[in-house]
């Protein structure tokens, strides 16, 4: 998504975030021009959507848990008072209020919200939202009603107000008897229950094409995938060290049986060592396992861009449910203790996604974490302003459909309509059993028995959404890496358009959709060679007398010159008629600092036992500037030299797209042919 200027952009993202208290009463029916593109589901004007209650499922193997939504805890924060402020503005109608004073009324504790602020609250002058007046907020603003409403709610015995830095919204606990002020404050424009998330739960690299794509160096390098779970072991050798980021967004709730999984109890920590696996619970493996099918590099098999960088944010939270107290394992159909995640701790990770994402070139951001059932989309979400703001810089939000086995429906926040929705299926191109599709599901990757990382050094097999969602986030950043000045929307169509078709054949299936085919999208983004074709047959060694000497032409062009070395040019055009060679291919025109012969589009495979050709390991190849030149080594032995970097690069490229593992030579030393061979 491309905005002609940042204000353009930041109005972008602020209408969307302040929008919500008109995407209340309608799903949203605006999509920009690159948004992936999803259905509405329509709410009839002024009616509240209802939350709907989670019915989740939890196996371990077979059919993979959902992330699930569950009632809400609260964050609290340590915040000194300030001073009462003058008179709040007047009440303004606060939507979502009913909804929540229901909930309320059905239990004794509190429930964590999420609430928006109204334009009065932020001084813009008026209280409905509009683009033009969001684009002016500024951070003062902000922080004025933040501390109004903070003297103000403690007043009223609320003392787990936290605001979510930057963005209008805030969190809170409240009790029924607490609800009402949220609405005699004046300040908000929206509250909504702060829900909860459950994880959803290499045979596959075969099925989309991983070993022919990273052939052509689609391997993630130069890129970053943030992945947003319950963390990475990042000391496990399948990462091999490339965990380069870590944060922790968690929360103390002891209300709702809430204990942070970050460092020292802490409910936000932005240290590499955050971002570990979480312990006390066997859903803390899910990260690392999630991670190792984005980017895991192992001696055996790879996970889709092995080269690329991983960001691990940890969103997670522990519950422990408790005799005639909070539930919310149980609701959320799990054993206690267990992991959950808040939207709002999900915001925030999100947040420090988008503050990393220059400095570390991320272009993905995995969650394969939801819940709930949505037949459209769901662009009231809290969690849309920042998956927009993501999208609008060029990262991919990589969401999982869930695994409810439904054939109309998907989790949230999957159905957010500027997310990147994947679901699930077999090795044989069927949808998986437990996966849920719609027309809001954008991809398909394989997600069943897919193998990967766990903790400590290992490795198992899982089923789920939960593992077909990393699949294109790697597919992004292989893609990325392979094409840089490709646009994160362009890739993503690309995935669209280059994968195989497959149709929901479950009872009540109509939906189709493509599964990812990383080959053939590499190959569509590949740089293309930079040939002129001639006729095999055609060809002849001619003396052109003088300075011109033996030369190889066509009969339209001369080709390659020998001087006065008749054998040496007799030998070479045996060499092009022998592989079929009709191609003379170029690095760096007019000037080319690297000339290479293809048949057709393929290079040549075998070598007969007079050719002169030295081996060498593709593996081991790499560029390094010497002075003003750039050498092409494969760390044993100087291959050749570049005038600069750039065709440097080109020259590598074709070398790997092409599989070359030989340099051959006619005429050392001081060849006048050079030719390359492959496997």
């Given amino acids: 998504m491309k905005f002609r200027s940042a204000a353009t952009a930041r109005a972008f993202l602020c209408a969307s975030l302040l929008g919500f208290s008109a995407a209340i009463g309608a799903s949203s029916q605006g999509k920009d021009e690159e948004a992936p593109e999803k259905q509405v589901q329509e709410t009839p004007a002024g009616k509240v959507p209802e939350l709907r209650k989670i019915t989740p499922s939890v196996p371990v193997q077979g059919p993979a848990p959902r992330l699930q939504t569950a009632p809400g805890p609260v964050v609290p924060g340590t915040i000194t008072p300030l001073p009462v402020p003058g008179p709040l503005p007047q009440a303004v109608q606060l939507q979502g209020l009913d909804q929540l004073q229901l909930k309320l009324q059905q239990t004794d504790l509190p429930v964590r919200v999420i609430v928006q602020y109204n334009q009065a609250a932020v001084d813009q002058g008026e209280s409905r939202t509009t683009a033009a007046n969001v684009s002016a907020l500024k951070s003062d603003k902000l922080q004025a009603a933040n501390d109004k409403t903070l003297t103000f709610v403690r007043a009223r015995g609320i003392e787990s107000f936290r605001p979510i830095p930057n963005l209008p919204l805030a969190t809170m606990e409240v009790t029924r008897n607490q609800i009402g002020a949220l609405q005699e404050s004046g300040q908000f424009a929206l509250v909504v229950e702060d829900k909860l998330s459950a994880p959803t739960l290499a045979s596959s690299g075969t099925v989309i094409g991983v070993a022919d794509a990273h052939a052509l160096q689609a391997r993630g390098a130069g890129t970053t995938i943030a992945i947003l779970d319950t963390g990475v072991d990042r000391t496990h050798a399948f990462f ?88 919310n394992c149980a609701n959320a159909g799990r054993a206690s203790p267990c992991v959950l995640s808040y939207d709002s701790d999900q915001i925030r990770g999100l947040q420090r996604v988008a503050a990393r994402r220059e400095a570390r070139n991320i272009v993905a951001a995995n969650m394969s974490l939801g819940g709930g059932t949505n037949t459209g989309t769901c662009n009231g979400d809290v969690r849309k302003p920042v998956i927009d703001q993501l999208w609008a810089a060029g990262v991919a939000t990589v969401i999982s459909s869930g695994n409810s086995s439904q054939v109309n429906a998907v989790g949230a926040p999957g159905c957010i309509s500027t997310a990147v929705t994947v679901g699930s299926t077999t090795d044989a191109d069927a949808i998986s059993g437990f996966s849920n599709m719609s027309n809001t599901v954008d991809l398909l990757a394989p997600g069943s ?131 079929g060679f009709d191609r003379t291919c170029y690095v760096g025109r007019p000037n080319a600092s690297m000339t290479y012969l293809l048949a057709g589009t393929s290079s040549a495979t075998a070598a007969h036992g007079s050719e002169d050709c030295i081996s060498f390991n593709r593996n081991n190849l790499s560029v390094e500037q010497v002075g003003s030149q750039w050498r092409l080594t494969d760390g044993r032995s100087s291959m050749k030299m570049f005038p600069n970097n750039s065709e440097a690069q080109q020259a590598l490229d074709a070398i790997n797209r092409h599989r070359f593992n030989r340099q051959c030579y006619v005429g050392r030393p001081g060849p006048s042919f050079t030719y390359w061979l492959a496997e």
């Fill in 449 to 579: 028995n897919i193998n990967s990382s766990v903790p400590g050094g290992g490795f198992q097999s899982k089923n789920g959404t939960s593992m077909a969602a990393p699949q294109v986030a790697g597919a992004i950043a292989a893609l990325a890496s392979l094409s840089p000045d490709t646009s994160i929307s362009d890739i993503v169509n690309t995935l669209r358009t280059t994968g195989v078709n497959v149709t929901d054949g479950r009872t009540g299936g109509t939906v189709t959709r493509r599964r990812i085919n990383l080959a053939a999208a590499a190959e569509q983004l590949a740089p293309r060679d930079d040939c002129i074709t001639h006729n095999t047959a055609s060809l002849s060694l001619v003396n052109r007398g003088g300075a011109g000497g033996w030369t190889i032409t066509d009969g339209r062009s001369l080709m390659f010159a020998f001087g006065s070395n008749k054998a040496e040019g007799e030998a070479a055009l045996a060499i092009i008629r022998k592989y």
């Fill in 240 to 327: 091999g060290g490339r965990v380069v980021e870590g944060a922790c967004y968690s929360s103390n709730v002891p209300s709702q049986g809430a204990t942070s999984l970050c460092p020292g109890g802490a409910t936000s920590v932005t240290t590499l060592a955050s971002g570990g696996a979480c312990t006390g619970s066997g859903s803390c493996d899910h990260g690392t396992h999630v991670a190792g099918i984005a980017a895991g590099d192992g001696a055996t098999f790879d996970g889709v861009a092995p080269q690329a960088g991983i960001m691990s944010v940890q969103v997670f939270t522990l519950f422990t449910d408790s005799p005639g107290g909070p539930q």
